[in-house]
């Protein structure tokens, strides 16, 4: 018999800073331009689900590796903060701490990724021993991992076998080949987190209704992200919708991350999909109110 988990979800993936600039024109070579305000703030699509998860008073636990320099450590002492746990972060002097700069202007945005670290995650860093102490695995921004891909299949198997529920999330794809073996992966996958555009990438679709019940062929649950228009929710021949919540949105960063942060933490307690999903769209809404994607969870 499974002994009582000490932690709701382990989440495996990247860790790294975002620097945001607001109101920047676009980039022109040659010359130099102003941007009206900055924000420096713990980025990557799996690190802002654990904070936020956390904060949402989740036992979390993070799988990844980070540079052993000034950007690693100040993501580091923000998840500490969260209260998330490191035990299994792994500190290297190989490669330098990612950063994303996002130029936005109004509601629209644009970034630049610097991988470093965010690239260097491998299956075999995340061990059977921790994983054992959860109830749920989620890997978040799969398309970034490069070193993941060959091993998540097995990766999401060997969580299956220990218990565990899983869940992932895609991110943009950057080489836009929408592949890298996840369909592989979906077929050990509980809940898949697309948004409406990869969802739409990922299948070839007309429309997301159809896109959403061809991915829930595959994983188990698809909960589709769609911004404004609420989420899409389809399992095993059902589909529903739940709208968006009102808010008054200052900027993007981390919406869809807060989603899954939301959707987990009421999965984990056995809620309906319906509260899942309804949980996931007011974090995604709480997230909008504030720069970056962890600052509505402080």
């Known amino acids: 018999m499974r002994t009582e988990p000490k932690l709701d979800v382990v989440i495996a993936g990247e860790i790294n800073v975002d620097l945001i600039l607001r109101e920047a024109p676009p980039l022109e070579l040659d010359k130099e331009l102003l941007a009206e305000d900055m924000d420096l703030i713990l980025g990557g699509s799996s690190s802002i689900t654990a904070f936020n998860l956390a904060r949402l008073g989740t036992r979390v636990g993070f799988v990844g590796v980070v540079g052993d320099d000034t950007f690693g450590r100040y ?154 228009q609420g989420a899409l929710v389809a399992t095993g021949g059902r589909i529903f919708k739940v709208p968006a919540v009102r808010v008054k949105a200052v900027e993007m960063t981390g919406a869809g991350d807060s989603f899954n942060a939301g959707f987990l933490s009421r999965f984990v307690r056995g809620a309906s999909l319906e509260e899942c999903a309804r949980a996931g769209v007011e974090a995604g809404a709480r997230a909008v109110t504030r720069v970056g994607g962890t600052a509505a969870f402080e």
């Open 75 to 228: 993501c580091a002492e923000r998840l500490r903060w969260a209260g998330v746990d490191l035990e299994r972060l792994r500190w290297t002097r190989k490669a330098k701490t990612g950063i994303t700069v996002w130029l936005t202007r109004g509601a629209r945005r644009a970034g630049v990724t610097y991988p470093g670290t965010i690239a260097m995650l491998r299956a075999a860093d995340v061990p059977s021993d921790y994983l054992a102490r959860a109830r749920h695995l989620h890997v978040g921004a799969y398309f970034f991992q490069k070193r993941l891909h060959a091993g998540a299949p097995a990766l999401f198997r060997r969580a299956r076998r220990l218990g565990l529920t899983t869940s992932i999330d895609t991110n943009y794809d950057p080489t836009e080949r929408w592949d890298s073996g996840l369909r592989r992966v979906l077929e050990h996958t509980d809940i898949f987190f697309p948004n409406e555009d990869e969802a739409l990438r990922l299948t070839g679709a007309r429309d997301v209704r159809q896109a959403a019940r061809e991915l829930a062929a595959l994983a188990r649950i698809v909960a589709v992200k769609r911004g404004a």
